[in-house]
């Protein structure tokens, strides 16, 4: 499985766009690129999810290089709700393993 | 639709005492994972099950064991607690093929005393 690296925390202020980049050089071809919130004592919620170039939903868009081994995550102008902890996976999108979870960003939004 | 639901919620358990966890999983889904998340961290791998079958288990001792009814429902059994068991229990599941968009439950949070 591809480990993946992210910051271990990021601060941000409300109203601006927060960017939270995830190294995956291992990312072999069928792998796609996963993006979860947790908030405390809640389970993860996927947010978005990729395979290259650029993907947007509702929520956030997420930028992938062609080399395929980084990632960024993209929330526009955050809230405080968006306080949480987020986390980039790797893995070939069949259910074939399991997702491994790193110990991911916490992001704090600040007023 | 409902979505994965765990019981109970809470669960205190004495050291040395077995603990046992269930999930529902959305309807259609086939596939059950199980997630340890202790005070603070990240989640590790548990159990993953999928019709009925163990197919990956993760890196914890034989006392955690589990098994997936023909409903799909899941039970997840941890003996001879310790106190370092004390997490919060993770149950996600999934479609069996272009698995990935797992759904969380909220979990279930053991505290062994």
């Known amino acids: 499985l591809a480990k993946t690296t992210q910051p271990i925390s990021m601060d941000s202020y409300e109203g601006q766009e927060v960017n939270i980049t995830c190294s995956h050089n291992n990312i072999a071809t069928n792998d796609y690129i996963t993006w979860y919130q947790q908030f405390p004592s809640q389970g993860p919620r996927f947010i978005i999810q990729?395979?290259?170039t650029k993907v947007t939903n509702e929520v956030a868009s997420l930028f992938i290089p062609a080399d395929r081994k980084s990632s960024t995550l993209s929330l526009p102008r955050v809230s405080l709700s968006d306080t949480a902890v987020y986390y980039c996976l790797v893995g070939d999108g069949r259910g074939n393993t399991p997702l491994v979870f790193g110990k991911g960003t916490r992001l704090s939004v600040i007023a | 639709e409902a979505g994965v639901t765990q019981s109970p919620t809470h669960l205190i358990k004495t050291r040395g005492q077995q603990a046992t966890l269930r999930c529902s999983p959305i309807?259609?889904?086939?596939?059950v994972y199980w997630y340890q998340q202790a005070l603070g961290l990240g989640l590790q791998f548990l159990l993953w099950y999928d019709e009925g079958e163990e197919r990956n288990r993760g890196n914890f001792p034989p006392r955690f064991s589990g098994r997936q009814f023909p409903n799909y429902s899941s039970e997840l059994n941890v003996n001879a607690l310790e106190l370092e068991d004390s997490a919060l229990y993770l149950c996600?599941?999934?479609?069996?093929?272009?698995?990935?968009?797992?759904?969380f439950g909220s979990g279930t949070r053991l505290t062994v005393v």
């Open positions: 309807s259609g889904h086939t596939s």
């Open positions: 996600a599941s999934s479609l069996p093929a272009g698995a990935y968009g797992y759904t």
């Open positions: 990729g395979y290259k």
